[in-house]
């Protein structure tokens, strides 16, 4: 991994905040019952902010399922602005540290808090398909959370989910190791460097398990 300033900044420790403590505990419940859950982690594996996760996205539990196995530190992650509906929602949601993003215009404000996010010393949980895919995996990527990345120089780490979540039917959550990006990170950051970033994730996602067929 690169070694950068931002990089040295060993993140928030031991974050314990009320509602997203509930969230982990609710999720525990759920997992452990009405949605079986197994997560694959390699051994020694910690991951630690300032740092980028990386999944595909097939179901709306889905922050929920990588947050719950980061111990020390509670996941930041992008999520479209349809999320929030009412005031309560999006009170509920802010306190989950959701950050709100218009996929369908250039959210410059959305990219900033990302950013800041990362550089703060947190760990943002990045869905690169921008949507709920469940019948496909990886196949289109947007390029927004390549940009981040290239941005901060983020240690990124990717996460595999193979299905949605249905009633008493397992699901298998697989983590990786970091992708190896120091050559990209010391490119010029250019569409062709992000669309270099885009086939790194989409590679070391689909790497890390199978998927049913």
């Known amino acids: 991994m690169s070694q950068t300033p931002s990089r040295e900044n ?9 509602w997203y403590t509930m969230a982990r505990a609710v999720t ?8 079986p859950t197994r997560w694959h982690i390699p051994q020694g594996l910690s991951i630690q902010g300032p740092a980028i996760v990386v999944s595909n996205h097939k179901h709306w539990l889905d922050p929920l399922l990588i947050g719950v196995k980061i111990k020390n530190q509670e996941l930041r992650f992008l999520g479209k602005k349809e999320l929030v509906k009412t005031k309560a929602g999006e009170k509920l949601l802010t306190r989950l540290h959701m950050i709100v993003v218009d996929r369908h215009n250039s959210d410059l404000k959305a990219m900033r808090d990302c950013v ?6 947190h760990i943002l949980g990045i869905f690169p398909e921008g949507t709920r895919c469940r019948e496909t995996t990886m196949e289109h990527l947007e390029t927004g959370c390549a940009l981040i990345a290239l941005r901060c120089k983020a240690t990124v780490y990717p996460v595999l989910i193979d299905r949605p979540c249905r009633l008493f039917r397992r699901v298998n959550v697989y983590f990786g190791q970091p992708l190896a990006l120091d050559d990209l990170y010391e490119a010029s950051p250019n569409g062709e460097t992000a669309e270099e970033m885009n086939r790194r994730i989409r590679e070391g996602v ?5 998927l049913p067929h």
């Open 116 to 121: 800041n996010t990362v550089r703060q010393g």
């Open 206 to 210: 689909l790497s890390l398990g199978p």
């Open 28 to 35: 525990h419940l759920l997992t452990h019952t009405v949605y």
């Open 10 to 18: 060993p993140g928030p420790k031991r974050e314990r905040t009320f």
